[in-house]
Every structure is written in structure tokens, then in C-alpha cells.
């Protein structure tokens, strides 16, 4: 029953950005490829996000003193800002170079939408199959000597990793499933805030704009994580973070329905008449009428 737990919150992963993909696809009629974009472009902004991370944020958080080693407080508070924005500032910028160059004529509000949903998708598909490895793996150890599979130095390690993967109860798993769908929905209005750069004045406004609520919504998942005990595997502090992602998530989508616009969602318009090929009637005039009429004598020639 763990087991099952496990693997179908992780096969939820992977199925609902799908399922919502079809169901935009189908909705708005843009079809498959902005959703593949998005996903690629996902893809794409992680290549120098993650070397960024691991070479030259957690060097410079290390030389100001940030971490989460001495718990909630300004430290914490320092680490989870400047990974919010290096999360922003890589993934609002790809986007941005995504309408910008690739997408060229994708400027309406569905397709926005399409977009964002492929980038958050691919996000937690990401996740759901990494979800899937770790739990067949992890089964395949359960109840084996790992001191003959694990190298001296990483056997504690190993085993401290196992027990709190198995110590907790399977439907906890469920909560990364809450945490993704929060992340969709964030992901989507982020894509339609950054396409408002190229439809709105102020268009650099609207790209900080972005980075802005990206990196706070980033924040503020990490400072509650660590503060809570979330990366340790405490229930209460699982149910907390996810609360406060959900809640992020509720005012991106006021957000996205606040840039949506008043004709988006409408039918589609009356068909224009069609142009005029005959001959073009004249309305006849009162003048010309009185002059063109036969009366009396006078009025044969």
C-alpha cells in the first residue's frame, strides 16, 4: 500500500500537466506546439540556472554568511531571496527570448497561457519521473546489506536517506502533487506577465514585474520549507509550506485573470460583409428627378 501510495502520487505528476495541456489545447484551439515550447524552454533555462546555482550562488551565499544551517532567521531569509531570484532572473528571461525570437507572433492572451502551461508541465513531469526512479530504486534496496552496495563513507548517509523516505506515510506524497499544481498555476501567469512586455507600454517594467513575483513565490516556498522542517519530512511542516504555496498560487490566478482580455473567451465575431462587385446603385435625387420629368408643351424636343 505504501508502495502504490508512492507511485501514484508520482504518476500524478506526470499526468496532470498533460491533462491540462489537452484540455488548453482543445479549449483555446492552439494546439500542441506552444505547450512543447514552453516545455523547452523550461528545459533550456536550466542549463545555466543549475551551473549558476552550484558554482557561483552557493560560494557567494557561503561568503555572506546565508544558509540555512542556523535556522529561520536573516541568514535563511538571504539564501531563499537569492534563490528566488536566480530562479526568476533565468526563467523570465528565457521566456522573455522565447516570445521574442521563437514565438514571434504568439501574442494573445491563450496562447500565453499554452506557453506557461508547457513550462510548468514539463516541470512536473520533471519531478513526477524522478519521483517514479527514486521509489523503484529505493523498493529495490529496502531490506538489503547496503554496506555491500554503498561505499564505506556514504553508508550513513544512505541509510538516514532511506529510513525518512519509508518512515513517512505513503498519501504524504500526495502533497507534492497540491505543490505542482500550485506551480502550474504560477508558471502560467508568469508566462502571461512576461508576454505583456511586448503588448503593453513600459515593457521592462513588466519583465521585472515577472522576476519579481517569481523570486518571492520562490522565497517564500524555501524560508517556509526549511523553517517548518519540510526538507526533514515533517507532516505539520509539509501541510504549512503547501498552504502557503496554494495561497501564492490563488493570487497568481487573479493575476492572470485580471491581464486576461474583455474579448477573450467571447465568440468569434460577426462575419464582415462581403465586399460589393456589381455595379454600385445610386440613390436617385429630388433635383435630378424635377429635371428629367416631361410636362406640358415645353416638355418635347
Same mark, same amino acid.
Given at each position: 500500500?505504501?508502495?502504490?501510495?508512492?507511485?501514484?502520487?508520482?504518476?500524478?505528476?506526470?499526468?496532470?500537466?498533460?491533462?491540462?495541456?489537452?484540455?488548453?489545447?482543445?479549449?483555446?484551439?492552439?494546439?500542441?506546439?506552444?505547450?512543447?515550447?514552453?516545455?523547452?524552454?523550461?528545459?533550456?533555462?536550466?542549463?545555466?540556472?543549475?551551473?549558476?546555482?552550484?558554482?557561483?550562488?552557493?560560494?557567494?551565499?557561503?561568503?555572506?554568511?546565508?544558509?540555512?544551517?542556523?535556522?529561520?532567521?536573516?541568514?535563511?531569509?538571504?539564501?531563499?531571496?537569492?534563490?528566488?531570484?536566480?530562479?526568476?532572473?533565468?526563467?523570465?528571461?528565457?521566456?522573455?527570448?522565447?516570445?521574442?525570437?521563437?514565438?514571434?507572433?504568439?501574442?494573445?492572451?491563450?496562447?500565453?497561457?499554452?506557453?506557461?502551461? &508547457?513550462?510548468?508541465?514539463?516541470? *512536473?513531469?520533471?519531478?513526477? +519521473? @524522478? %519521483?517514479?526512479?527514486?521509489? #523503484?530504486? $529505493?523498493?529495490? =534496496?529496502?531490506?538489503?546489506?547496503?554496506?555491500?552496495?554503498?561505499?564505506?563513507?556514504?553508508?550513513?548517509?544512505?541509510?538516514?536517506?532511506?529510513?525518512?523516505?519509508?518512515?513517512?506515510?505513503?498519501?504524504?506524497?500526495?502533497?507534492?502533487?497540491?505543490?505542482?499544481?500550485?506551480?502550474?498555476?504560477?508558471?502560467?501567469?508568469?508566462?502571461?506577465?512576461?508576454?505583456?512586455?511586448?503588448?503593453?507600454?513600459?515593457?521592462?517594467?513588466?519583465?521585472?514585474?515577472?522576476?519579481?513575483?517569481?523570486?518571492?513565490?520562490?522565497?517564500?516556498?524555501?524560508?517556509?520549507?526549511?523553517?517548518?522542517?519540510?526538507?526533514? &519530512?515533517?507532516?505539520?511542516?509539509? *501541510?504549512?509550506?503547501?498552504? +502557503? @504555496? %496554494?495561497?501564492?498560487?490563488? #493570487?497568481? $490566478?487573479?493575476? =492572470?485573470?485580471?491581464?486576461?482580455?474583455?474579448?477573450?473567451?467571447?465568440?468569434?465575431?460577426?462575419?464582415?460583409?462581403?465586399?460589393?462587385?456589381?455595379?454600385?446603385?445610386?440613390?436617385?435625387?429630388?433635383?435630378?428627378?424635377?429635371?428629367?420629368?416631361?410636362?406640358?408643351?415645353?416638355?418635347?424636343?
Amino acid at each position: 500500500m505504501e508502495v502504490a501510495a508512492r507511485g501514484a502520487a508520482a504518476l500524478l505528476l506526470i499526468v496532470m500537466p498533460l491533462a491540462l495541456g489537452a484540455y488548453l489545447v482543445r479549449h483555446f484551439k492552439i494546439g500542441w506546439r506552444l505547450f512543447l515550447i514552453g516545455a523547452v524552454t523550461f528545459v533550456a533555462s536550466q542549463i545555466p540556472h543549475i551551473p549558476f546555482n552550484i558554482y557561483i550562488l552557493t560560494p557567494l551565499m557561503a561568503g555572506l554568511g546565508f544558509g540555512p544551517e542556523d535556522g529561520p532567521g536573516l541568514a535563511l531569509a538571504g539564501a531563499a531571496l537569492m534563490l528566488g531570484l536566480s530562479a526568476g532572473v533565468f526563467e523570465e528571461g528565457a521566456r522573455w527570448l522565447t516570445f521574442r525570437f521563437w514565438i514571434r507572433r504568439a501574442r494573445t492572451w491563450p496562447e500565453g497561457v499554452g506557453l506557461g502551461s &508547457g513550462h510548468g508541465g514539463a516541470e *512536473a513531469v520533471i519531478t513526477g +519521473l @524522478i %519521483a517514479l526512479a527514486t521509489l #523503484i530504486q $529505493l523498493t529495490a =534496496l529496502r531490506g538489503q546489506d547496503l554496506s555491500a552496495i554503498v561505499p564505506a563513507e556514504q553508508l550513513a548517509a544512505a541509510e538516514a536517506q532511506i529510513d525518512t523516505y519509508w518512515a513517512l506515510p505513503g498519501w504524504v506524497y500526495f502533497f507534492s502533487v497540491v505543490e505542482r499544481a500550485s506551480a502550474l498555476a504560477v508558471q502560467i501567469t508568469l508566462s502571461v506577465i512576461v508576454l505583456q512586455a511586448f503588448l503593453r507600454r513600459r515593457r521592462g517594467l513588466w519583465l521585472l514585474a515577472a522576476i519579481g513575483w517569481h523570486a518571492l513565490v520562490d522565497a517564500i516556498a524555501v524560508f517556509a520549507g526549511v523553517s517548518t522542517g519540510v526538507y526533514a &519530512g515533517s507532516i505539520p511542516g509539509t *501541510a504549512i509550506t503547501e498552504i +502557503l @504555496i %496554494a495561497g501564492m498560487a490563488g #493570487i497568481s $490566478l487573479l493575476i =492572470l485573470l485580471r491581464l486576461r482580455p474583455a474579448t477573450e473567451g467571447q465568440g468569434p465575431p460577426p462575419p464582415a460583409p462581403l465586399p460589393q462587385t456589381g455595379p454600385v446603385a445610386v440613390e436617385p435625387r429630388e433635383d435630378r428627378l424635377a429635371s428629367s420629368r416631361f410636362s406640358g408643351e415645353d416638355g418635347v424636343k
